[in-house]
């Protein structure tokens, strides 16, 4: 029957496309990712997320306050202060009211202090620096910065 050999021949022709399309597709495979990167001794490599609280370097605080100038009853004390260039002086208002220490040449600048409230004005300019309390123009202080010894 010359219909069964077309047939065959139609479904081995069919079946060999379809195996060329097949081996056509084989040679470009979807791109897979590469493995991930894995450490030969990940036990052996510790995280350094934290640091030992024991190894904080020391704090780069404030120069060690050379004098205090208490705010007590609307007045500076002591109303004169002498500290060398380069020293800190520290106001703590210990008033109710709020309080400045601000130069009347515009050297420094507490803003207002409230009650218990420390400003420290390290004075690094020699010089008569005469101040008041802004809030309360009467009360009058002076720094006096002497230069610093060599
Ligand atoms: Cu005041």
Do not use: R
Not at 4 to 25: D, G, K, N, Q
């Amino acid at each position: 029957m010359k219909f069964l050999t077309y047939f065959f021949i139609a479904i081995a022709s069919t079946l060999l496309v379809i195996l060329l399309s097949l081996s056509s597709c084989s040679p470009t495979p979807q791109a897979t990712p590469p493995p991930p990167a894995v450490m030969d001794h990940p036990a052996t490599t510790q995280p350094q997320a934290t640091t030992s609280p024991t190894q904080a370097p020391p704090q780069p605080s404030h120069p060690p306050t050379t004098a205090t100038v208490k705010i007590h009853n609307f007045k500076f004390e002591p109303a004169n202060v002498t500290i060398v260039a380069g020293e800190t002086v520290q106001f703590i208002n210990v008033d109710e009211e709020p309080h400045t220490a601000t130069s009347t040449e515009g050297t420094f600048n507490s803003k207002a202090l409230d009650t218990n409230q420390t400003w420290n004005y390290t004075a690094n300019q020699p010089g008569s620096f005469p101040y008041i309390c802004s809030i309360h123009p009467f009360m009058k202080g002076t720094l006096t910065v002497t230069p610093k010894k060599t």
